[in-house]
């Protein structure tokens, strides 16, 4: 008692707490550590696909049908690498966003625990969407330069809302993926254990976003929440541009340009990920997030 009077303003909100404190717990009931429940000893089945095959970025054009059932599987191997290695890009963007967001908050306070929780979840998957990415036999797959800079001026300045809510984009982007790699029996089965765990416990960190997305929003004006919503909008179309690396193709043994010509028009990636998303989307519009100038770049992302 004696402490909350002395430091009023950083204390937390009750229901602030009453969240954190439940995924704490869901925390603690299970958690999984990468190291010892991936199988990382058997060697590579190539008689397996990285990724659903349709998820492939060419998956349902004159492309992919004139390719062998291996030049499938090399590519959605190469493309389910490269998610992962965009999937260790944000997770070091969103990890220095949490910790910003908790320097110098109450230490004692759930919220702060559950927030240094997340990042230690972040801190493992990274490790072991590496090693992942490293057994599929793909090299480091880095988004381009621009969203390189990009993604280091929004972690060094994005907070409240900007943050939470293009933690929550990135997230529920790969969660519908991998919720369908990690059934699928097509898919190698380390890279669907990979994506279990990622799937359970991104879960907590979906429902962490949405609340603080909320929380924050409750106390931003108009004008706050418009500079906001765009930002996020930015953030999600480099995003989601940046999943797949344009040297998948070659390194998955085909024709650079024709296949990045092919995945660009590809009608059915696009309603793939635009059906994907339509809870995301719904989120968005319920907070007030999807304004006008937003809407632009969701399109652009095939997101709505
Ligand atoms: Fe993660
Ligand atoms: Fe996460």
Redesign the pocket.
């Known amino acids: 008692m004696a402490i909350s009077a002395s430091r009023p303003e950083i204390r937390t909100s009750p229901s602030e707490d009453g969240v954190a404190r439940r995924l704490l717990d869901s925390s603690a009931r299970l958690s999984y550590d990468p190291l010892t429940e991936v199988d990382w000893e058997t060697p590579l089945d190539t008689g397996y696909h990285g990724a659903s095959p349709e998820w492939s970025t060419l998956y349902g054009t004159p492309y992919w049908d004139e390719m062998t059932d291996a030049q499938r599987k090399a590519l959605t191997r190469q493309e389910a690498a490269s998610v992962a290695s965009t999937g260790i890009w944000f997770e070091m963007i969103?990890q220095q966003m949490v910790l910003r967001d908790i320097y110098a908050k109450d230490p004692l306070s759930d919220s702060f625990q559950w927030a240094l929780t997340?990042i230690a979840?972040?801190c493992r998957h990274s490790i072991m969407f590496a090693r992942g990415a490293q057994k599929l036999g793909a090299p480091a797959y880095r988004p381009r330069r621009a969203a390189v800079e990009l993604g280091r001026f929004f972690k060094t300045v994005a907070f409240g809302e900007a943050a939470y809510a293009a933690i929550l984009v990135a997230?529920e982007v790969l969660d519908v993926m991998q919720r369908d790699w990690m059934r699928d029996e097509r898919v190698v089965p380390f890279v669907r254990t990979i994506n279990n765990i990622h799937v359970v416990e991104?879960s907590r960190?979906m429902k962490f976003a949405r609340d603080e997305t909320r929380r924050h929003l409750a106390r931003a004006g108009r004008v706050r929440r418009h500079i906001h919503s765009l930002l996020i909008a930015i953030a999600s179309y480099v995003i989601v541009s940046s999943m797949v690396n344009r040297k998948v193709y070659a390194n998955a043994g085909l024709d650079e340009e024709r296949a990045i010509r092919e995945a660009k028009a590809n009608e059915h990636h696009k309603s793939m990920m635009r059906s994907s998303c339509a809870g995301l989307m719904e989120f968005l519009t319920s907070v007030g997030l999807l304004t006008k100038p937003a809407l632009f770049f969701y399109q652009r992302a095939n997101l709505i």
């Open positions: 969103l997340e979840d972040e997230e991104e960190h």
